[in-house]
């Protein structure tokens, strides 16, 4: 009994050892914040795929911030309910020849704001089967298989109950859409307490950069979640850098819709876009010296526990990771300062919606060669782009 014990006794020191220096070693990024601005707290989008409404939310939470009004806490489901009813729609419209599925854009939030209103959060939770948190599985299943089987048009013409099923489901689970509420003793339709919170909806613009259109005009990014098929203003990539930068000094926040199915978006905090060599190891004399496979070696580099060289992005890049689709539109993100490292190089910090259960309590630190590299489009206020580029996108 005694040898157990001081063989458990060891292991668990040893235990401690390993993790004190693996903690150490996640640690030895050392950031100091340059800039930030306000922005409401992190929420947990959780088990569903609706990063699109959480950061669209985030975004205009926090432009109320910026607006000097005070901190309200809006309903991302409020978003998500009409959202799914009108994609539900246009898929049957279009004979199931269009995207049906939980991702969205900002745009979603932006055209739901405008035609529908917004309600408080505590209004419209969205957890009305049984859940804590978000969890979508059996609600997507569900309003997939739904207009499904309505394309499929059994009745040889489509019955006129079909869009009344849908949003019973919808009504189900998140909670059927409050037509009139009371906050803080005063009365309001969604439309009426939209109109209260003073956003001037028309002053948002989407921005991108791709050389597949010209620059200076706008078009609509080709990713399947933008179904709603809104245009975007294209610019330079060093334009659109001197947006975000110039946003960020001037007090405002930018939504960002990026990828991160990139391995140098890792689950602790951090995104960077690594310089990798492409060449194969396996099977050479320097992998077996090394006794390390491709998977192994991609994998060190990828967990980004310090500071490293980073690639060099150029718009000739970008547009390659576009084309080849390895930069896809995977998720929707808060940006709201910068940070710098131990070396100087330039972070963004990013209000993620995946809880505060993260190292740095569901804030990201991406790399400027990774917001470069990576950023399918951004959301920001007018008056955050820089009047020279508003010349040449004719806004002035």
Request: proline share 3%.
């Amino acid at each position: 009994m005694k040898k157990q014990l001081l063989f458990l006794s060891l292991l668990l020191m040893s235990g401690v050892l390993f993790a004190q220096k693996d903690t150490t070693a996640v640690d030895s990024f050392q950031f100091t914040i340059v800039k930030q601005n306000k922005i409401t707290p992190v929420k947990n989008q959780a088990s569903s795929g609706t990063c699109w409404s959480f950061s669209g939310i985030g975004f205009f939470e926090a432009e109320l911030l910026r607006m000097g009004k005070p901190e309200v806490d809006l309903s991302e489901m409020f978003v998500v309910h009409h959202s799914y009813s009108d994609k539900a729609d246009k898929y049957v419209r279009m004979y199931g020849n269009a995207n049906f599925g939980g991702g969205g854009a900002f745009y979603d939030v932006t055209y739901v704001l405008k035609n529908y209103g917004i309600v408080p959060d505590s209004i419209m939770t969205g957890l009305n089967y049984g859940e804590e948190k978000h969890k979508h599985g059996e609600l997507d299943a569900l309003t997939d298989a739904y207009v499904k089987v309505i394309v499929k048009n059994p009745n040889k013409r489509i019955s006129t109950a079909w869009k009344t099923g849908f949003d019973g489901i919808l009504d189900a689970y998140l909670g059927k859409l409050p037509t009139e509420f009371t906050v803080n003793g005063k009365k309001y339709t969604p439309m009426s307490y939209a109109k209260s919170l003073g956003l001037n909806l028309e002053d948002y613009i989407s921005i991108t950069s791709f050389a597949h259109h010209p620059f200076y005009t706008k078009f609509a990014i080709e990713v399947p979640d933008n179904w709603r098929n809104d245009e975007s203003y294209n610019l330079p990539l060093n334009e659109m850098m001197q947006v975000i930068d110039n946003a960020i000094d001037k007090g405002y926040c930018v939504a960002w819709a990026s990828d991160v199915s990139e391995k140098g978006f890792t689950r602790n905090g951090i995104a960077v876009n690594p310089e990798v060599k492409k060449e194969n190891l396996t099977g050479s004399d320097q992998a077996r010296w090394l006794n390390i496979s491709q998977k192994e070696m991609e994998d060190k580099i990828y967990k980004a526990n310090s500071p490293q060289q980073e690639k060099e992005v150029t718009q000739e890049s970008r547009q390659e990771g576009f084309d080849r689709q390895e930069t896809t539109d995977d998720h929707g993100m808060l940006i709201f300062g910068t940070a710098k490292d131990q070396n100087g190089t330039k972070y963004y910090l990013v209000k993620n919606s995946w809880g505060t259960d993260t190292k740095y309590k569901g804030i990201w630190y991406a790399s400027e060669s990774f917001v470069q590299y990576k950023t399918i489009d951004i959301l920001v206020h007018k008056d955050a782009i820089p009047k020279e580029i508003q010349k040449k996108m004719g806004l002035k």
